[in-house]
């Protein structure tokens, strides 16, 4: 069961690629997120923080419909899904109360 979960956690964040935007505007972004993370620190990690959730649930999502997932893909995205929510709102709490 474990050889199950590890591949479709695999699966769910090599599928994070695939719902990326053209290579220029992808890699425009990281620039800027660069750039933004050198000027406001954690602004700049929550943001990119922010946008791989956004992806994350593309990923996880696209397989379907829930009738059709299987539960050590449900199970990986439980998991993987609620150490990004956990890291996002880490990084916004961080950032609100360290804002000047």
């Known amino acids: 069961m474990n050889g199950g979960f590890v ?3 695999s699966d769910i964040l090599l599928g994070m690629s ?3 935007p053209d290579q220029k505007i992808t890699i425009g972004v990281l620039v800027v ?3 933004l993370t050198y000027i406001r ?3 700049g990690i929550l943001i ?3 946008l791989a959730t956004i992806l994350f649930a593309q990923s996880f999502f696209s397989v379907g419909d829930f009738y059709s997932m299987t539960f050590e893909r449900a199970m990986a995205g439980i998991v993987l899904g609620g150490f990004i929510v956990f890291v996002d ?3 916004l709490v961080t950032t609100m109360a360290n804002w000047r």
Do not use: D, N, P, T
């Open 48 to 50: 990119f923080m922010l």
């Open 18 to 20: 695939a719902f990326l």
């Open 41 to 43: 620190g954690r602004l």
């Open 33 to 35: 997120l660069v750039i």
């Open 89 to 91: 709102l880490y990084l």
């Open 7 to 9: 591949e479709q956690a």
